[in-house]
């Protein structure tokens, strides 16, 4: 974690409202914010624009 | 005498309604064994005493008087603490619960174990809010494995887990979100099955994530796995997620031939994206043989990698679960454990635009899972890539908290179940998974109890039996 993301992660819990978080457990704060921004990474990014997100799941009885 | 400890459901219900065994001395003789053992195993946070051995009373005079309800009738078992019951506290092994938290009315479950005759005689650890564990700066410790108490139960079903294990009860529900049921199943020996999203209805019970949550049942065997899902699953309409579908007899295939089913093995889980240990690698393999002997079909199939389904579904999961917590997290920090702040936060983190691409991920998996299952009854792959780690070693926790195969199922809504493929050189229980399509869990408990019988690992006890 370098100081130019440690302030960042200070920066973004303050924005939610984790003002009282980010004094009293700033390191919690730095490594929710690493593992966020690596886990956004590992997402696919090669989505359509048409593609629909996935509402409450409902599987079809066909499927069977 | 009758060894109570380690009594499956269906010997209770046989014997029970044929009044060979009260259900009071049951519950009693569980309730001493809970009292002399759980010092070590700390699986209870919560013990229903008096209120137990009342239900247990209720249950006997019933079926004394020929009111048989089934076979969870006068049967103990137990919840996880995050399951509500009335009159019995819900904490979510959390201090930020610990005042107020006693339910004047029952989860949907309990209502239908209630009905059912069964006798409530606790509420289990968890990690915090089903999310935050092996924790040790909590109201309580984590609850620790029978196979051996230096190590993790697995999570965050873990004291029902322990519970099962222990002997101190023939039934436990936990949850599963990314693998809470079957996880703590994998590393303590037992069968824990997360069925299809919808099947089994979620009020009650304090949520994780609404779109990856499901309840479970956890047992010692596969057909007391299969009573449970009979007695709990079915439509609440007052669940938006709970499905309107036909609710079958789960145990109505148990004891068929599998011959000529098609069994798929999604090997790359747990040789390519993750490689498995190699004893829990040896073990899937070689129920793979013990299933092609019995007569099923079996080949490979593909999906997409695991990380992209591990991916998705944390991406989904985080910002659901702050929401939840979002209040509590700003106003209260300092109530909850180091684990769980530092899980539940990286939801405050995730941008709108990733949460809402990941559930057009999760779309598309869903289809492709669909696809792919299409020519298969079930498939098999790894549950947990490694047996249970040492407990208080932070570093290996951290490690094997990712290395499974269970996310893709809470993504997808297929059931999945966890069963005993057999034990570690050091003694820990070895697992696989059994996972199906849509509303189709009686294949896997089919294919579980074919395996099951022609294999004896749930039929092993853990040394603190004795």
Sequence with gaps: MTVENDSKAQDAARSAGLEKMAAQFPDDVARAFEFAKTLA???????????????????QESDK | MTDYAFLTIAEAANLLKARE?????YTQALLDRIAKHDGTMNSFLHISGEHALDAAK??????????WRGPMHGVPYALKDIIDAAGEPTTCHSKVMVRNSVPDTDAHVTAQFRAAGAVLVGKTATHEFAIGGPSFD??????????????FTGGSSSGSGAALAAGFVPAALGTDTGGSVRNPASLCGLVGMKATYGRVSRRGVFPLSFTLDHIGPM???VEDNAILLNVIAGHDAQDPGSAAVEKPDFTERLG?????????VIRHFFEKDLEADPEMAKSI???????????????????APLDEYAATNRVILLPEAFAIHEKWFQERPEDYGELTRRRVMGGAFIRAADYVNATRVKARLVQEYNDAMRDFDVAITASSMDPACLIEDEEANERTYTRQARTPFNLTGAPAMSVPTGFSSSGLPLSMQIVGKAFDEAKIYQVAHAYERATDWTQRRPPMAA
């Design chain 1, 41 to 59: 990474e590992r997402l696919p990014r090669d989505i359509a624009p048409t593609d629909e997100p996935a509402h409450v799941y409902r599987a």
């Design chain 2, 21 to 25: 065994i009260s259900p009071v001395e």
């Design chain 2, 58 to 67: 209720t249950a006997e005079a019933e079926i004394s008087a020929g009111d």
């Design chain 2, 138 to 151: 909590l109201p309580w410790p984590p609850a620790r494995n029978p196979w051996n108490p230096a190590h």
């Design chain 2, 219 to 221: 047992t010692r065997t």
């Design chain 2, 256 to 264: 068929r031939d599998i011959k000529g089913m098609r069994i798929g």
């Design chain 2, 285 to 303: 393999n070689d129920a793979v043989e013990v299933l092609r002997g019995l007569g099923a079909e079996v080949s490979d199939i593909t999906l």
